[in-house]
C-alpha cells in the first residue's frame, strides 16, 4: 500500500499519462483510479490518498520507488487544472 498527501482525483490521470502510465476507462467509470506501466500497476478508489500496487518486475522496490517519486514530484490539483485549460486555450 503507498500512501501521500493528496486525495486521488481524475484531474492527475493526465499526469500519469505524461509519465508513460497507462489507464483504463472501464476502472475510471467505476471510480477506481487505474495507472498501469511496464513495471507495476497501482489502482486505489478516487477520493483516497493510497494505492495498492502490484509489481510486475523482479525489482519491486526500485519501481514502487519510481512512483513515490513521480507521486511527490506531482502538482496539485488546481496547478492541473490551470495547466489543462491552458493547453484548452493554445489548441483552440
Avoid: H, W
Amino acid at each position: 500500500m503507498l500512501e501521500f498527501n493528496f486525495s486521488l482525483d481524475f484531474i492527475y490521470l493526465s499526469y500519469f499519462k505524461d509519465n508513460n502510465f497507462k489507464n483504463n476507462e472501464k476502472y475510471a467509470k467505476s471510480g477506481i483510479f487505474f495507472l498501469e506501466n511496464e513495471k507495476l500497476v497501482a489502482i486505489g478508489p478516487v477520493g483516497r490518498n493510497q494505492l495498492q500496487i502490484k509489481c510486475k518486475t523482479a525489482e519491486c522496490d526500485k519501481a514502487v520507488e519510481e512512483l513515490e517519486n513521480l507521486i511527490r514530484s506531482c502538482p496539485n490539483a488546481e496547478e492541473l487544472k490551470l495547466q489543462q485549460a491552458n493547453c484548452k486555450e493554445v489548441s483552440v
